[in-house]
């Protein structure tokens, strides 16, 4: 069994930078992980994945360039460095994992078997 615990967001000005962290629990360090979010009213929507050995990443459209995901697996530790924020990056972030042994990105959300509660990140104009 996985538990995913985030930490890191809070109140920032458009244009400032947060970093959001992800312990994990239990053995991830074979599987890949990621980062989703809620905006308010709407949807969960994929923003960044990265592979079990942190060889390969993925990022929504919205947030290339901008966003930075990394991992620690001695440390159990997954990362999402957010740069340049913007008002509509207001949202709750939630880390997830797929299950063991499935170590590619994915953008679904139902392919990703554990789930942190999330974290509020605000971003006023």
């Known amino acids: 069994q996985v538990q995913l615990v985030e930490s890191g967001g809070g109140l920032v000005q458009a244009g400032g930078s947060l970093r959001l962290s992800c312990a994990a629990s239990?053995?991830?360090?074979?599987?890949?992980m990621g980062w989703f979010r809620q905006p308010p009213g709407k949807e969960r929507e994929f923003v960044a994945a990265i592979s079990r050995n942190g060889g390969s990443t993925a990022y929504a459209d919205s947030v290339k360039g901008r966003f930075t995901v990394s991992r620690d697996n001695a440390k159990n530790m997954v990362y999402l460095q957010m740069n340049s924020l913007k008002p509509e990056d207001t949202a709750v972030y939630l880390c997830?994992?797929?299950?063991?042994?499935?170590?590619?990105?994915?953008?679904?959300?139902?392919?990703?078997?554990?789930w942190g509660q999330g974290t509020q990140v605000t971003v006023s104009s």
């Open positions: 239990g053995r991830t360090d074979s599987t890949a």
């Open positions: 997830t994992a797929r299950a063991a042994l499935y170590s590619a990105t994915s953008y679904n959300a139902y392919e990703y078997a554990y």
